[in-house]
């Protein structure tokens, strides 16, 4: 069961200055809860990739603190404990792939922390099924074979069978098809409800990651500019465009909805607002 | 830019292909046909083939089966590639892995050098292109330094330098954010104006939904093609093409079963609230 | 695998007094300088240093920057000076344990390791001034003549070319590799050297995948932009030979085939 994991006042800078492709992070603070979706927004080149890494305990912040439940993440030795506790699935973590079988691949991580047998193999057995891969079809199998959407899930399961607490995300579903989006949406959902993980998604692109998480933090130019529920998103007190990023339809629609005065009870159901919008027509046209 | 003189087309008759050494075929006999002056959106499920079609049309692949004629030239004969080069310009999806200079300028000169132009016309071509671009600013940067969506739009002043007649872009816009998806999309659309046939691959359907026609793949074959609210105005429809239909048209397609039809469907959401107020 | 070096072969954006030089005389500047380093004796090769880091210096290369990339040529070179030295016969100026180093291997030492050194400074000067696309159409143009040997003279300048090109990505996706893999509990930090070298497969194998996919993509995206080699290429900026340059070019090489005589 993940814990709280705060960052307080977290400064970051890469030794290469200038480089505008990896910009430095100032003063970030939020806040994740434990089992909650959490959605770090912000544009290329705002800081969320470097952001991501800190939350994953991969670099250390040059000031400022991770603090996971009560304890303060400082030293060699916590920072080890802590990243054990969490995992990160890269942008592109295809491109990690690297075993000959796709079983192996996956077993690599845990078998880094030092499982053996039939533990390794409940631990792969288990991270396969949450993504979905069938290991009697695939296991034996080149990860270099599979198709693109299987390859990611591939690695998803190599960080999964880890049992990461929290789970951190780097751009999940770019270059995914449809298909690829909604199964692995459906191996984070499944993986949250069965492990009480926190999931934090990095994403410029918030249309994928609308029907999951609950808050997000906006990033831009390396600094936090606040943490936003979904309805201060749709009522629109954010100029999303501003930041280079977009509502997703579905929040335009609700953003409609609220703008026409149209009360809707689940705004994440089409059926829902057809039939407000049915009756709002009705209404009018009776008029 | 080229005017209206004669439109020229990409036509592509029965067009098979098999990569060497795979166990299916890519491409299974497709025909279609685009003109300049029009913005095209292909789209389809990973694997389904649109970035094979893209390839051979300006015959970076060689059709196994059937032919494309591009601007009239056939695109199997080696000798002409060069010529087919010039007219189909085109983009890739990872800006990093098409850059070969180290400013900005000869980046977007390398193409018209190959085709061994004078200076002058080279200096010419790269400062249209620029400013076309809306990147002049940049011409002495290093590409390496610049953002995701400026390392693109180098990339299309980059095709743009060979002065083509089409614009092929194979999923260009898929790794920018919506602000540098924004740019390109708005430049798609000028080039259209000016008379350049673009074909933009693409997984958003709310990009094709701003195309002049859509086309949509599906196991190698052309499942759908005509008008965005045509191809992409039925959710179940386009559920089954792989594809994620847009909010606004799963909203319209429930209010049809409602009883409520919303002719024509819906694509964004004005055109919801403009049958809403109608 | 640290970040912040400059690495050999590796482009500098930072212009220095070489960066505008005619990609053709430096080549001409670094084949005589290669040349003569290995025909150099003992106070020819100090005198050669001396030359060769005090122009660099003068051309605003950033020296210490070269120097401190050379991490991984030390190693050679420490290992070539210690073989020198202990093994070479001579007159023993120094015994302990059970190696004895003599004086004419500790000049040989010093001489090979001088060698390694200034070859390595030289092309790194090169490539550090000169973009990779020049390069090749500068080594394309002086090797012209071999064409009609039926040497495939733009091919193997495409080749160096590209893959001059492609140190700053793979330094960029292994960098990104050691942190994927160690997100997945790999130890590059242990102190227990089996441990860091079985980690090294699942940074080299994605590392190869990978960048094989990327030359793969940037030789379509060549083609695409009718790139065939240098035949038939024209430049936005031709390359032209200035006069003066061409004659510092020529004084470069004659004061080195001079220090042959100190």
Redesign the interface.
């Given at each position: 069961m993940a814990q709280r994991l705060r960052l307080e006042d977290v400064s970051y800078s890469y030794p290469l200055p200038?480089?505008?492709?990896a910009p430095a992070l100032q003063g970030a603070g939020l806040s994740v809860e434990s089992g909650e979706v959490f959605c770090i927004a912000g544009?290329?080149?705002s800081g969320k990739s470097t952001l991501a890494q800190v939350c994953a305990g991969l670099l250390v912040p040059a000031s400022g603190q991770i603090l996971y439940g009560e304890e303060a993440v400082v030293g060699r030795g916590a920072l080890r404990g802590f990243r054990r506790k969490v995992g990160l699935l890269f942008q592109s973590p295809e491109d990690q792939l690297f075993a000959d079988t796709v079983a192996k691949d996956i077993a690599f991580g845990p078998r880094n922390h030092g499982l053996k047998g039939e533990e390794l193999k409940a631990a792969v057995v288990g991270a396969a099924g949450l993504v979905g891969l069938s290991l009697d079809e695939l296991g034996a199998r080149s990860p270099f074979s599979l198709?693109?959407?299987e390859k990611r899930r591939a690695a998803l399961a190599g960080v999964l069978a880890l049992e990461p607490e929290v789970l951190v995300l780097d751009e999940p579903f770019?270059?995914?098809?449809?298909?690829?989006?909604e199964r692995l949406k459906s191996a984070l959902v499944s993986y949250r409800e069965e492990r009480g993980a926190s999931i934090i998604i990095v994403t410029?692109?918030l249309s994928d990651v609308w029907p999951l998480a609950t808050r997000f933090a906006l990033l831009s130019k390396g600094r936090l500019l606040g943490v936003k529920d979904k309805s201060d998103l749709i009522s629109g007190d954010t100029d999303l465009?501003a930041l280079?990023?977009?509502l997703?339809?579905?929040g335009?629609?609700a953003r409609?909805l609220l703008r026409?005065g149209i009360p809707v009870a689940d705004q994440s159901d089409?059926?829902a607002?057809?039939?407000a919008?049915?009756s709002?027509?009705e209404a009018?046209g009776d008029r | 830019m080229r005017g209206n003189e004669g439109r020229l087309r990409i036509q592509v008759e029965g067009l098979s292909f098999t990569y060497p050494g795979a166990s299916g075929e890519a491409l299974r006999g497709v025909d279609l046909e685009f003109e300049q002056g029009r913005f095209y959106a292909l789209l389809g499920?990973?694997?389904s083939g649109k970035s094979t079609l893209a390839?051979c049309m300006?015959a970076?692949l060689t059709p196994t089966g059937g032919r494309v004629l591009s601007c009239g030239i056939d695109t199997a004969e080696g000798s002409t590639r060069?010529d087919i080069?010039?007219l189909l310009?085109?983009v890739?999806q990872?800006p990093?892995?098409?850059m070969?200079?180290?400013t900005v300028?000869?980046e977007v000169?390398?193409?018209?050098?190959?085709?061994?132009?004078?200076?002058p016309e080279?200096?010419r071509r790269?400062d249209d292109a620029l400013r076309l671009v809306g990147i002049a600013h940049l011409a002495g940067r290093?590409p390496?330094?610049?953002?995701?969506?400026q390392k693109q739009l180098v990339a299309i002043a980059?095709?743009l330098g060979?002065n083509p007649a089409f614009l092929l872009s194979d999923e260009s816009t898929?790794?920018?954010?919506?602000?540098?998806r924004?740019r390109v999309l708005e430049l798609f659309r000028d080039l259209r104006s000016m008379g350049m046939g673009v074909i933009h691959v693409t997984?958003f359907l709310?990009e094709a939904a701003e195309a002049d026609a859509v086309v949509v793949l599906d196991e190698g074959r052309v499942v759908a093609s005509g008008p965005p609210a045509k191809t992409l105005g039925d959710p179940e429809r386009v559920?089954s093409l792989?594809?994620?239909p847009?909010?606004?048209t799963?909203?319209a397609?429930?209010?049809g079963?409602?009883?409520?039809p919303v002719p024509g469907g819906a694509l964004?959401?004005k055109e919801?609230?403009t049958?809403?107020?109608a | 695998m640290t970040g912040s070096d400059i690495t050999i072969g590796q482009?500098l954006?930072a212009p220095t007094a070489l960066h505008g030089v005619d990609p053709r005389l430096k080549f001409i500047a670094v084949f005589a300088g290669i040349v003569m380093v290995f025909i150099y004796g003992g106070w020819s090769i100090v005198a050669f240093a001396v030359f060769l880091l005090a122009l660099l210096a003068a051309a605003r290369l950033p020296l210490l920057q070269v120097l401190k990339s050379l991490r991984t040529v030390w190693v050679i070179v420490v290992v070539t000076f210690l073989l020198q030295v202990f093994l070479t016969p001579g007159e023993v100026v120094w015994h302990g344990w059970f190696l004895s180093a003599t004086d004419t291997g500790l000049y040989n030492g010093a001489l090979f390791s001088a060698r390694v050194l200034l070859l390595v400074v030289l092309l790194a000067a090169l490539t550090m001034t000169t973009?990779?696309?020049k390069l090749a159409d500068g080594l394309e143009s002086l090797l012209r003549p071999l064409k009609y040997l039926k040497v495939p003279v733009s091919r193997v300048t495409t080749v160096i070319s590209i893959t001059l090109?492609f140190i700053?990505?793979i330094l960029e996706q292994s960098r990104r590799l050691v942190r994927a893999q160690m997100a997945r509990g790999a130890d590059f930090e242990s102190a227990n050297v089996l441990r860091r070298a079985r980690d090294i497969a699942p940074v080299l194998v994605p590392l190869f995948v990978k960048v094989f996919h990327?030359a793969d993509?940037?030789a379509?995206?060549?083609?695409?932009?009718?790139?065939?080699g240098g035949e038939?290429?024209?430049?936005?900026?031709?390359m032209k030979i200035g006069a003066l340059e061409a004659a510092l070019t020529l004084a470069f090489v004659a004061v080195s085939i001079g220090l042959a005589f100190v």
């Open positions: 200038g480089r505008e492709d544009a290329n080149g198709s693109g959407g770019i270059g995914l098809d449809f298909e690829g989006r410029h692109e465009a280079g990023m977009k997703p339809q579905w335009e629609l409609e026409l089409p059926l607002i057809a039939g919008l049915a709002h027509r009018t | 499920r990973n694997g390839r300006n970076l060069r080069h010039k310009a085109m890739f990872d990093d892995t098409q070969v200079a180290t300028e000869e000169a390398f193409g018209p050098e190959n085709l061994g132009l004078e200076p080279i200096r790269v290093q390496l330094r610049l953002s995701q969506g980059g095709a060979m898929s790794m920018l954010d919506y602000s540098a924004h997984h709310e559920r792989g594809l994620e847009l909010a606004a799963v909203v397609g429930e209010l079963r409602l009883g409520h964004d959401v919801l609230v049958w809403l107020n | 482009y954006a973009p990779p696309l090109m700053p990505n990327d993509e940037l379509l995206a060549m083609d695409a932009r009718a790139y065939a038939g290429r024209t430049r936005l900026y031709p």
